[in-house]
C-alpha cells in the first residue's frame, strides 16, 4: 500500500488575502491520512505507486464499475469536504452538506455552500474538472460486462467467418464438378 507522511505535508493555510476572520487554518495532514485508505481501493503497493500507475489505476477503477466510482467519488469527496471544512465554514455543518455540494459539483456546481479552505477548492476543483466524465459514463457498462459482449461478437464473427469459407469451399467443388 502506498505511504504518505502527514508529517512531511504539514498544514496548509488558507488563501491569502480573503476577509477577516473567512478562514482559519486546515489541517491538510488530517485529510491525506485517509490517502492509504483511497489508494487501498486501488490497490497500488508502494513500489508501483508512481504518478503514471496510479493514473491507470483510477481510470481502470472508474472503468470498471461506474456507478461505484460515482459513489466513492460523491460519498468519499463529500466527506472529504465536510472534514476541510467544518469548523470553518459555517453552511457546512454535516457530512451530508459535503455530499451535496459535491454532487453538485459533477454538473451545474450550484449549491447554497461554497468552499473556504484551500483543501476545500482542491477537492471542490478535481471533482469539477473530472466529476463531469465520471457522471457521463455512469450508465455505462461495467468493464467486464463490455469485454464479454465483445468477446461473444469476436467469437460470433469467426463462427461466421467459418461458415463463409465452408461455404466457399463448397462452391469450389461445384465448380470443379462442372468443369469436368
Known sequence: MAHIDPDQVGDVRSSPGRAAGASPAVDLGALLRLAPFALALLDVDEAAATYASLKQDVRRFAKGDPVDALLVTVVGGGIAFYLA????????????????????????????????????????????????????????????????????????????????????????????????
Open 85 to 180: 471544512e467544518r469548523g470553518t465554514n459555517p453552511a457546512c455543518r454535516s457530512p451530508w452538506d459535503g455530499i451535496l455540494y459535491l454532487a453538485t459539483c459533477l454538473s451545474v456546481g450550484y449549491d447554497n455552500l461554497f468552499p473556504t479552505t484551500t483543501t476545500g477548492h482542491a477537492l471542490a476543483s478535481a471533482v469539477q474538472t473530472f466529476g463531469p466524465a465520471l457522471a457521463n459514463m455512469a450508465f455505462d457498462a461495467p468493464a467486464a460486462e463490455t469485454a464479454a459482449a465483445a468477446a461473444a461478437t469476436a467469437a460470433a464473427a469467426a463462427e461466421a467467418a467459418d461458415v463463409n469459407r465452408q461455404i466457399l469451399a463448397r462452391l469450389d467443388d461445384i465448380v470443379r464438378l462442372l468443369d469436368r
